[in-house]
């Protein structure tokens, strides 16, 4: 079984740029979440997809991340403008109703 | 909401010794789910071990194992025979039981970092 796909792995930009962050689940996964990961701390919700429809954003930050998961495939999580708060890793993972999770790589983005 | 906590922030383990991670959550749900995840440098989350809560016997993988108190709701991990590919990041994690299709999001404990010596 192919593992979740997350991409790039890595990231630098600069404050007030763009960023995009592109994951690929295993394949038949309805479940589709982006948790944020601050260093020294746990992954943190920040959506939840089921399909292609959103099942929770409460955590994301709405004026600069949004997601989309077109196709109910493939999703992809943007932040426009980045702040230096938002260096972080990006973890994309996948489950199957009551199954467990799939993990990805994670992108780790710095914000300079 | 559910919070879960992890109390060590950094803990150490001589090589072929025993050690105990800790972890306390809070919820008002029946029926949930504890995992305890580890990370390595690689960033990878694996899943070290998971435990129903309806379920009363502690799970165990091999050398790792869990002492799960409902009532007092703490969920700690144990690692036997401590080996030098354990040294990683550990979550514990809390998953509410769906209700539906759909899966439930996880939350993290703050993390424990082990070092193990050799």
């Known amino acids: 079984e192919a593992g979740v796909a997350q991409s790039p792995r890595y990231k630098i930009i600069e404050k007030r740029q763009s960023v995009a962050f592109w994951c690929n689940p295993i394949?038949?996964?309805?479940?589709l979440y982006w948790y944020q990961q601050i260093l020294g701390q746990g992954p943190k919700l920040l959506i939840q997809?089921?399909?292609?429809?959103?099942?929770?954003d409460s955590q994301l930050p709405k004026d600069r991340f949004s997601a989309e998961r077109l196709k109910g495939v493939d999703s992809t999580l943007k932040i426009q403008p980045a702040k230096l708060e938002d260096s972080a890793v990006y973890l994309c993972?996948?489950?199957?109703?009551?199954?467990?999770?799939?993990f990805g790589s994670g992108t780790r983005l710095t914000v300079v | 909401a559910q919070t879960v906590t992890q109390s060590q922030p950094e803990m150490s383990v001589q090589e072929a010794e025993t050690v105990t991670l800790s972890c306390t959550y809070d919820?008002?749900?029946?029926?949930?789910?504890l995992f305890w995840y580890k990370q390595p440098p690689s960033r990878q989350m694996i899943l070290v071990i998971r435990?129903?809560?309806?379920?009363?016997q502690n799970a165990t993988e091999n050398r790792f194992s869990v002492n799960f108190q409902k009532a007092a709701k703490s969920f700690s991990l144990k690692i036997s025979d401590s080996q030098l590919g354990d040294a990683a990041m550990y979550f514990c994690?809390?998953?509410?039981?769906?209700?539906?299709?759909?899966?439930?999001?996880?939350?993290f404990g703050g993390g424990t970092r082990l070092m193990v010596k050799p």
């Open positions: 993972a996948s489950s199957y109703r009551s199954g467990g999770y799939t």
């Open positions: 394949s038949g996964h309805a479940t």
């Open positions: 997809f089921q399909n292609n429809g959103v099942v929770d």
């Open positions: 919820t008002s749900e029946s029926d949930y789910y």
């Open positions: 435990q129903e809560a309806y379920k009363q």
């Open positions: 994690a809390y998953r509410s039981a769906p209700r539906d299709n759909a899966g439930n999001m996880l939350t």
